[in-house]
């Protein structure tokens, strides 16, 4: 084994070295991911993985760089693009994504993309 591998192993083990931790952000993103649509929330997750919210929060925040809430807005955005390039109206790309506000999500999708939903939709028929 060269040096290089056994210095990347080295510190791969001093970063990573606890497998449960990996194992529990995985799970978490993954299950945003494929629940966009739901009512999700730190105390959910936290049932979901069995540990606590707080620890779960640094855990995420520690290998991903953002907190799951961060995450899942950033994620259910990119979906409402995809929806609304697909056609679907801004209504409801916005409820299919999990939103429950028209006006949250509008205000959060300009703070993301720089444009109203609306204009990103008009953009996108051109």
Known sequence: MSRYKKEILRIKDDCYSNQWQID???????YMDNNLNEDLN?????RIRFVSKYHLLRLFKRYYGQTPNQYLINKRIEKAKEFIRKGLSVSEACYEVGFESLGSFSSLFKRKTGFTPKAYQKSNFR
């Open 42 to 46: 730190l105390d959910l997750f936290s």
């Open 24 to 30: 529990t952000v995985i799970g978490l993103r993954n």
